[in-house]
């Protein structure tokens, strides 16, 4: 029996586990090589293997992609929080560490990568973005982006497209915003500021729209992708739950399932919001912390953006393997039995009140500031 060596960049994170898993199921040949800078939390076995990597240098990439056939590149930084701000970070993985893995394909003669994109990648928050195709967003330009993941991963996305070639296929799946059980960077974020009472507040409007994609099925996406090389090399498409929805409403069902009360109360202008996310990120450059926001997470929100999925369903044959309301429910299950049911009583009056003290200080200096530059200009 020939076995099959298919590679994982950040294959130790949520998705690259996952995907790794279905793909050990789906065919027997298949043998998995996480390619990660962290080692899994488990023992590996001959058929799902561990090679240690970063990506940022071609050596080390060099290495771990030998005997490999296909790379699924799903390694990234600087998607959310305190890592948005490391500037330097961010260029290292996503851009330099993505020409690392091309050169090295071209140099094994690997034939596929399939690349985890974003919607971030022609999406900046400018305008809204209406059921959208693949054909009709072109690229922006750097100045257009809020922030450096977002713009390098645009850039990237670009790098892996114009590398298709007779003797590389490469293909990129831009996914939603990604949710699903186990998943710890943004969900457990939004719940412990609910289990605190800081929660109470939405960012733009409840008409504004976006979308979601479960875990399960971008993973799903990721294989059909594989599976379409060579066939429709040098393709993007756009991946979600064809569920538009309103990002608060969303995470009421999940903060309303785990037994905590009304969370989202009024929402906030965007444009409020985006200013205090700005203000945010100017103190970080003096005092490094955990930022509450940042001005691409209000956007990412705060501005209705959402995609038509037709070309993948026509092109990959995708089709939502798990519904919204049933990824939902197994989510809340999941949360639930790791510790993150409501079991409080009350609210922490006193902490609530504080962060609202400072929340509106902040909001009346950015406005204040806003509105002197409009009379300056």
Not at 23 to 30: C, G, K, P, V
Not at 157 to 176: D, F, G, H, K, Y
């Amino acid at each position: 029996m020939t076995k099959r060596y298919l590679a994982i960049t950040g294959g130790c994170g949520y998705i690259g586990l996952r995907l790794a898993r279905s793909l050990l199921r789906i065919d027997e040949t298949n043998q998995v090589i996480l390619i990660d800078i962290h080692p899994p939390t488990f023992d590996t076995n001959e058929r799902l293997i561990y090679r240690f990597c970063d990506i940022r240098s071609y050596e080390s990439v060099s290495i771990a992609l030998e005997n490999v056939k296909c790379v699924f590149h799903l390694a990234s930084y600087g998607m959310s929080g305190r890592e948005m701000l490391n500037h330097a970070l961010i260029e290292q993985v996503n851009i330099q560490g993505t020409k690392n893995i091309i050169d090295v394909c071209r140099k094994y003669q690997i034939e596929k990568i399939i690349y985890c994109s974003t919607y971030n990648a022609i999406y900046t928050g400018e305008k809204q973005l209406i059921h959208v195709t693949e054909e009709q967003c072109s690229y922006p330009t750097d100045d257009k982006y809020s922030d450096d993941y977002s713009r390098t991963k645009s850039l990237a996305e670009q790098m892996i497209i114009q590398a298709n070639s007779t003797t590389l296929s490469t293909a990129a799946i831009r996914p939603a915003a990604i949710y699903g059980d186990g998943e710890l960077r943004h969900l457990p974020r939004i719940l412990n500021l609910v289990r605190c009472g800081l929660a109470f507040f939405a960012i733009g409007h409840e008409n504004v729209l976006c979308d979601w994609v479960y875990a399960d099925n971008l993973v799903h996406a990721l294989i059909l992708a594989e599976r379409s090389l060579p066939k429709y090399a040098g393709e993007v498409y756009f991946i979600s739950d064809d569920c538009p929805v309103n990002n608060f409403q969303f995470l009421s069902k999940l903060t309303t399932g785990l037994g905590y009360g009304k969370c989202f109360y009024f929402y906030i202008p965007t444009i409020v919001m985006f200013y205090v996310g700005y203000f945010i990120e100017i103190i970080y450059r003096f005092r490094q912390f955990s930022p509450l926001l940042t001005r691409a997470e209000v956007l990412k929100v705060g501005v209705t953006h959402y995609a038509n999925i037709t070309k993948a369903k026509q092109f990959l044959g995708y089709k939502i393997q798990v519904e919204p309301d049933e990824a939902m429910r197994i989510c809340i299950q999941w949360f639930a039995e790791h510790g993150y049911r409501n079991k409080q009583t009350k609210t922490d009056n006193c902490r609530l009140l504080l962060f609202i003290i400072v929340l509106f200080l902040m909001i009346v200096i950015v406005l204040v500031l806003f509105f002197q530059r409009i009379n300056i200009q």
